[in-house]
């Protein structure tokens, strides 16, 4: 069986006629014909039910043609993947959300570049999720993110779990837990401003999901665009906000940050690879962040 096999097939099954098919495959139709009959004469099974207009698939055939998907999908990431490994040469793509520029990603990057003049770093915003469409498609090299996101492709590691806190005005009946911090418990009937109005998942995901493990439905959650908005509402007294920790240094007026107790209150700071990926600027990364995280005494 070869993967022309496939796309064959998987063309069929999406035109529903064997006519439209070869038409947009660039063959004739008997050979086209021919192909999928020996398909299913390999596979043992019929494919396409007989004298059926619009062409159907069998019951095998849905699954055979779910599976071909996959097989056809995982092929031309890997084939954009090898492509990509096999060119970097003087430049690095780096993705990345842009809550990590409050965190410690900008001492990593420098130092990285101290340390590899010869390569171009070049960074690029984007979610966690999309960061994991990227790589497979060659568009980054590297991710950093703060999702529970999975994919057999993408190797993904924790380097920190983030504790959260909240953001609340200065006068606000709850800064008078500064010093010993509250629990999410206590802000389910506040007015609880959530960012990015985005496509999830991102961080208003996993807010919510917190809250859900915990066994809590807040009152009140809104989502807004993003953490400046988030931070500017609660500054002039609209509602709080939940952050990571290394947002609080974000520089507005009016608001003071209280920590949050709940064990399950963190934000979890990955990067995300391709799986076997054995670059050299890996592990050049790898050893920025040690170093950095060293200097900061984060374990």
Same mark, same amino acid.
Not at 17 to 30: D, M, N, R, V, Y
Not at 76 to 103: D, E, F, P, W
Not at 108 to 130: A, H, M, S, W
């Given at each position: 069986?070869?993967?022309?096999?496939?796309?064959?097939?998987?063309?069929?099954? !999406?035109?529903?006629?064997?006519?439209?098919?070869?038409?947009?495959?660039?063959?004739?139709?008997?050979?086209?014909?021919?192909?999928?009959?020996?398909? +299913?004469?390999?596979?043992?099974?019929?494919?396409?039910?007989?004298?059926?207009?619009?062409?159907?698939?069998?019951?095998?055939?849905?699954?055979?043609?779910?599976?071909?998907?996959?097989?056809?999908?995982?092929?031309?990431?890997?084939?954009?993947?090898?492509?990509?490994?096999?060119?970097?040469?003087?430049?690095?793509?780096?993705?990345?959300?842009?809550?990590?520029? /409050?965190?410690?990603?900008?001492?990593?990057?420098?130092?990285?570049?101290?340390?590899?003049?010869?390569?171009?770093?070049?960074?690029? !915003?984007?979610?966690?999720?999309?960061?994991?469409?990227?790589?497979?498609?060659?568009?980054?090299?590297?991710?950093?993110?703060?999702?529970?996101?999975?994919?057999?492709?993408?190797?993904?590691?924790?380097?920190? !779990?983030?504790?959260?806190?909240?953001?609340?005005?200065?006068?606000?009946?709850?800064?008078?837990?500064?010093?010993?911090?509250? /629990?999410?418990?206590?802000?389910?009937? +506040?007015?609880?401003?959530?960012?990015?109005?985005?496509?999830?998942?991102?961080?208003?995901?996993?807010?919510?999901?917190?809250?859900?493990?915990?066994?809590?439905?807040?009152?009140?959650?809104?989502?807004?665009?993003?953490? /400046?908005?988030?931070?500017?509402?609660?500054?002039?007294?609209?509602?709080?906000?939940?952050?990571?920790?290394?947002?609080?240094?974000?520089?507005?007026?009016?608001?003071?940050?209280?920590?949050?107790?709940?064990?399950?209150?963190?934000?979890?700071?990955?990067?995300?690879?391709?799986?076997?990926?054995?670059?050299? /600027?890996?592990?050049?990364?790898?050893?920025?962040?040690?170093?950095?995280?060293?200097?900061?005494?984060?374990?």
């Amino acid at each position: 069986m070869e993967l022309r096999h496939l796309r064959y097939f998987v063309t069929v099954v !999406e035109e529903q006629s064997i006519t439209k098919a070869a038409e947009k495959l660039c063959i004739t139709q008997p050979p086209l014909s021919r192909q999928i009959q020996k398909l +299913e004469e390999e596979l043992g099974i019929l494919l396409f039910e007989r004298g059926s207009r619009p062409v159907r698939t069998t019951e095998a055939g849905q699954f055979f043609y779910q599976h071909a998907v996959q097989i056809l999908t995982h092929t031309a990431q890997a084939t954009s993947m090898a492509k990509r490994i096999s060119t970097v040469n003087n430049i690095v793509r780096i993705g990345y959300v842009s809550s990590l520029l /409050y965190a410690l990603l900008p001492q990593i990057i420098y130092l990285f570049r101290q340390k590899n003049p010869d390569i171009e770093v070049e960074l690029i !915003e984007c979610g966690t999720k999309d960061q994991i469409e990227a790589l497979k498609q060659g568009k980054i090299d590297l991710g950093f993110g703060r999702l529970r996101i999975s994919d057999p492709a993408i190797k993904r590691i924790v380097l920190h !779990e983030e504790k959260l806190k909240l953001a609340v005005h200065k006068n606000h009946h709850l800064a008078e837990y500064i010093e010993q911090g509250v /629990y999410l418990s206590q802000i389910t009937n +506040e007015l609880i401003f959530s960012y990015p109005a985005s496509q999830k998942p991102n961080f208003s995901t996993l807010i919510q999901s917190i809250f859900t493990e915990l066994g809590l439905v807040p009152k009140e959650l809104v989502e807004v665009r993003e953490i /400046y908005l988030a931070l500017g509402l609660v500054s002039s007294g609209e509602g709080i906000c939940l952050i990571p920790e290394s947002a609080s240094d974000i520089g507005m007026k009016n608001l003071v940050y209280i920590p949050v107790l709940d064990m399950e209150a963190y934000s979890p700071i990955s990067l995300s690879l391709r799986n076997m990926d054995q670059s050299s /600027y890996v592990l050049n990364i790898l050893e920025c962040i040690r170093n950095v995280f060293q200097d900061n005494n984060i374990v």
